[in-house]
Every structure is written in structure tokens, then in C-alpha cells.
């Protein structure tokens, strides 16, 4: 989920933002190898999530005739959604 509207969703991507690169560098750690593994797959993971929100909130720059197709995309598939009960809120009443 990239809703840019859930505070709940942004503390938690902040603090895992936060565990993974508030520390120094591991690198000259002596931690076992699998811990710099995890290490890395971490920050990764969380870097991966803040470009997929950043891709969320860029599509409104785009050209409006690419902004308009996306969003109408966006809403068939949040209606079939609320059809088929996946959804709890009717994406055409907001």
C-alpha cells in the first residue's frame, strides 16, 4: 500500500527508515557475514518502499492526457475492488 494519507503506513516506513540507516555503516562491524546480509537486504527493502511512494505521488506530473488515463484506470480497478467486497468505502463517493 503507497496511500500518502495514512499516517499509521508513514510513522511505520519512517522507523524502519530509521532502524535501517540511523547507525554508522555495519561494513567495518564484526558481525557475521548473514548480519551484513540482513543488514543490506533491510535498507534495500526500505528504499524500494519509499520509490514506490514517490512513484505514487509523481504520477500528477505527469502530462494531464497520461495523469487522466492513469486515474481512470485507478478507479475501475478501486470499483471492482469495492464489487467484489475488497473494498470497504465505494471509491466514487470520495
Known amino acids: 500500500a503507497t496511500d ?14 530509521d532502524r535501517a540507516f540511523a547507525n554508522p555503516s555495519n561494513a567495518t ?12 537486504n533491510r535498507k534495500a527493502t526500505i528504499v524500494m518502499e519509499h520509490l514506490i511512494q514517490a512513484s505514487d505521488v509523481a504520477h500528477t ?4 492526457i497520461v495523469y487522466s488515463k492513469w486515474n481512470k484506470r485507478l478507479f475501475e480497478e478501486m470499483m471492482e475492488a469495492y464489487d467484489a467486497g475488497r473494498m470497504e468505502k465505494d471509491p466514487s463517493t470520495f
Do not use: A, G, V, Y
Not at 500518502?4 to 527508515?17: A, S
Not at 506530473?61 to 494531464?64: D, E, I, L, P, T
Open 61 to 64: 506530473m505527469q502530462h494531464w
Open 4 to 17: 500518502i494519507f495514512d499516517k499509521d503506513l508513514k510513522q511505520i516506513r519512517n522507523e524502519r527508515w
Open 29 to 40: 562491524s564484526s558481525k557475521p557475514d548473514h548480519q551484513s546480509q540482513t543488514d543490506m
